[in-house]
């Protein structure tokens, strides 16, 4: 008999699909009997497929013990297709698919290995292989349990490692972050009390330059030059930081022309020393202020996005 033939086939596939569809209340052996005589087997013919059956089965059987666990499943699996009720069926099958996962750790298989396990059981609540098979799929399911929890509590564990460098990081951020601020603040006092030094010596000159004026005033050819510094000198009073600079430096150009106009003679010399005197602590000033500026430009710039409020600030020609 050839169990290839397309009858056959089609008995198999109405048995695993009437014992699927039967849920926990599976067909019994005489009522697949009925089923095949319905398609077309006789008596004789399906007496020859549950020997066919028994073959398989003790096939599988060889297979297992031989460690040949894929061609175990197939065999068991063919002779429970044909006959879910021959004894040890579901349970060699059970076998074979646990030791196939144990092999490639396939949790498929041990999946499957759970269900034919079951399954004896439902026909023979004592049988002893599909006992095993059940309290070995139990075992490792509870091993890998643990192993879960230990990976979760590993993964908890690295989260709060996490958390805490980096919360750490941006400690160390923050902490940067204020040592920045308050360096850019002491960076542009010393900018400040630099340009007061600056206004000192400047304020000094300053002084000297009404006599200068006077002195300058006695040529009356010079008037034009006198009025460009007290018109610079009222524009610095009441410029702004941006203003005050270049002012500033206009008003130095014009008072060093006005020292040109003066005739030299000991009292009017004296007054020109005293000017140079001032003039030379400006210069020194400046360049002591341009040196202060240089550094908080530098920051300023090296922290601009995190630190808008700080601008830089200009330069002595």
Avoid: C
Avoid at 211 to 226: G, P, T
């Amino acid at each position: 008999m050839d169990f290839k033939e397309e009858k056959y086939q089609a008995q198999l596939r109405a048995i695993v699909n009437a014992t699927e569809a039967s849920g926990d209340r599976p067909l019994s052996l005489s009522e697949l009997k009925e089923l095949a005589n319905s398609m077309g087997l006789s008596d004789k013919e399906w007496e020859q497929l549950l020997e066919e059956g028994n073959r398989l089965l003790a096939l599988a059987k060889n297979h297992l013990k031989a460690r040949n666990y894929t061609d175990a499943v197939t065999a068991a699996d063919e002779a429970t297709a044909i006959n879910p009720y021959l004894k040890d069926g579901n349970a060699v099958l059970a076998q074979a698919y646990l030791m196939q996962w144990l092999d490639d750790q396939d949790l498929v298989k041990m999946q499957k290995a759970e269900y034919y396990a079951r399954k004896e059981l439902k026909v023979d609540a004592h049988d002893t292989q599909a006992l095993n098979v059940l309290s070995t799929v139990q075992n490792k399911k509870r091993i890998l349990g643990k192993d879960g929890k230990l990976k979760k509590y590993l993964f908890i564990g690295l989260g709060v490692i996490s958390l805490l460098i980096l919360i750490s990081y941006f400690s160390i951020s923050g902490n940067s972050s204020k040592g920045t601020a308050f360096k850019l603040i002491e960076l542009e006092e010393e900018v400040n009390a630099k340009y007061e030094l600056i206004q000192t010596a400047t304020e000094r000159r300053n002084n000297l330059v009404p006599e200068l004026l006077k002195a300058v005033q006695s040529n009356d050819n010079n008037r034009a030059i006198i009025n460009e510094i007290e018109n610079l000198q009222k524009q610095i009073s009441s410029a702004n930081a941006t203003e005050i600079i270049p002012l500033e430096m206009a008003l130095e150009k014009k008072i060093n022309e006005a020292k040109g106009l003066v005739s030299t003679n000991d009292s009017k010399s004296s007054l020109i020393i005293s000017i140079e005197g001032a003039e030379n602590r400006i210069s020194f000033a400046r360049s002591a202020y341009n040196e202060a500026v240089k550094n908080y430009n530098v920051l300023v710039k090296q922290n601009q996005a995190d630190f808008p409020q700080f601008e830089t600030k200009p330069y002595y020609p």
